[in-house]
């Protein structure tokens, strides 16, 4: 059994991705701190929220965000949670995470904002969460900024709407999706349980 976390912000709404982590076998404890043990194989930043209130949210606990995940506990960031890695974003003023260089800005004014629908994945490199997902298969966005990494090494899927947005990055044991899989039906079920065979690693 792997047993997970979901980090929540107060931003409420993470009961589909609670929901659809125990249907593929995770218990699931919602937290607001850090400052607790960490007895968990696995951590979600979920995709919802503004990116200085999420922020301050794990900025409150004693138990710093680095020191609690280390390099050893797999986090899954989705959407908001996925930009958090980055170190700033034009949404806010607050710094992120800093996981992963780069910054996250504003989807251009070309687009309709926020982006909301189903959109193919190019697969550009072989990855984690990735494994068993076929080239051109769609999941589900919902979205107003992208992220910008220094290092483009990082994007294992690109995805296509007049621009070229990147929907999923790794970087050692952090993974983020832009989009939403559980909200993106069986392709997603296959990511969920790809990180949560990560998570019994």
């Known amino acids: 059994?792997?047993?997970?976390?979901?980090?929540?912000?107060?931003?409420?709404?993470?009961?589909?991705?609670?929901?659809?982590?125990?249907?593929?076998?995770a218990?699931?404890?919602?937290?607001?701190?850090?400052?607790?043990?960490?007895?968990?194989?696995?951590?979600?930043?979920?995709?919802?929220?503004?990116?200085?209130?999420?922020?301050?949210?794990i900025a409150k606990s004693k138990t710093n965000f680095h020191n609690y995940v280390k390099d050893n506990t797999p986090v899954l960031g989705i959407c908001l949670g996925m930009e958090m890695f980055f170190e700033r974003s034009e949404e806010g003023k607050e710094k992120g995470l800093g996981i992963i260089e780069g910054d996250v800005?504003?989807?251009?004014?070309?687009?309709?904002?926020?982006?909301?629908?189903?959109?193919?994945?190019e697969i550009k490199k072989p990855g984690k969460i990735l494994e068993g997902i076929k080239d051109n298969t769609w999941v589900y966005f919902v979205h107003s900024y992208r992220v910008k990494p220094v290092d483009n090494s990082v994007i294992t899927a690109e995805s296509d709407y007049g621009i070229k947005v990147p929907a999923v990055v790794e970087?050692?044991?952090?993974?983020?999706?832009?989009?939403?899989?559980?909200?993106?039906?069986?392709?997603?079920?296959?990511?969920?349980?790809?990180f949560l065979d990560e998570c019994k690693k």
């Open 1 to 25: 059994m792997v047993n997970l976390a979901i980090f929540d912000y107060g931003a409420g709404n993470i009961f589909s991705l609670k929901n659809s982590l125990e249907k593929s076998g």
């Open 27 to 57: 218990t699931v404890d919602v937290i607001t701190d850090f400052d607790k043990p960490n007895i968990y194989s696995g951590l979600l930043l979920p995709g919802v929220g503004n990116f200085d209130p999420a922020i301050q949210s």
């Open 171 to 194: 970087k050692g044991n952090f993974f983020g999706t832009q989009f939403h899989p559980e909200k993106s039906g069986k392709v997603g079920k296959i990511m969920i349980q790809n």
């Open 105 to 121: 800005i504003i989807l251009p004014p070309s687009m309709k904002v926020p982006h909301m629908g189903w959109n193919n994945l």
